[in-house]
């Protein structure tokens, strides 16, 4: 196997893996505060997912798409550019409302204020279990 094989099989950096973490647990608490259920949340060797089912209004759903990325600039002080899909997704969710993205986006970052120790444990929680699968690969 080649090095830059080897480097690249070996899944981001933990830094990256870290950035993810808090990223995909700023999701995670957004929708637990915001009643959404059926939340799944991983940090893999390549990427963060989140998932959630979620039955309150368009707003709350935008938020909750955006406290990713509001967690990631709160917790590390930098944005990663992980963020498009979920901006992506929020723009969409919001197509129809009368309500501007921004105010969902200072919506998010109010909340992830309120819940920085529980989004800085979801991560810890993650991160944990992606380090432990990673060392089983």
């Known amino acids: 196997m080649s090095i830059r094989?080897?480097?690249?099989?070996?899944?981001?950096?933990?830094?990256?893996q870290q950035t993810i973490a808090i990223h995909e647990a700023g999701h995670a608490v957004a929708a637990r505060m915001l009643?959404?259920?059926d939340i799944a949340v991983n940090v893999?060797?390549?990427?963060?997912?989140f998932s959630f089912t979620f039955d309150g209004s368009a707003y709350d759903?935008?938020?909750?798409?955006?406290?990713?990325?509001?967690?990631e600039?709160?917790?590390?002080?930098?944005?990663s550019g992980g963020a498009s899909y979920d901006l992506k997704q929020a723009?969409?969710?919001?197509?129809?409302?009368?309500?501007?993205?921004?105010?969902?986006g200072t919506t998010a970052a109010e909340?992830?204020?309120g819940a920085?120790?529980?989004?800085?444990?979801?991560a810890a929680r993650l991160l944990d279990g992606a380090l432990i699968g990673r060392r089983a690969a």
Not at 73 to 79: F, I, P, Q
Not at 94 to 103: G, H, K, W
Not at 116 to 122: G, H, K, N, V
């Open 5 to 16: 094989r080897l480097l690249t099989s070996r899944g981001p950096s933990l830094e990256r």
């Open 35 to 37: 009643g959404a259920t």
């Open 116 to 122: 920085r120790l529980d989004i800085e444990a979801e």
């Open 91 to 104: 723009r969409k969710v919001l197509r129809y409302q009368l309500v501007p993205l921004a105010s969902a």
């Open 61 to 71: 759903e935008a938020v909750i798409l955006l406290a990713g990325h509001e967690a």
């Open 44 to 49: 893999g060797r390549r990427a963060g997912g």
């Open 73 to 79: 600039v709160a917790l590390t002080g930098a944005d």
């Open 111 to 113: 909340l992830v204020r």
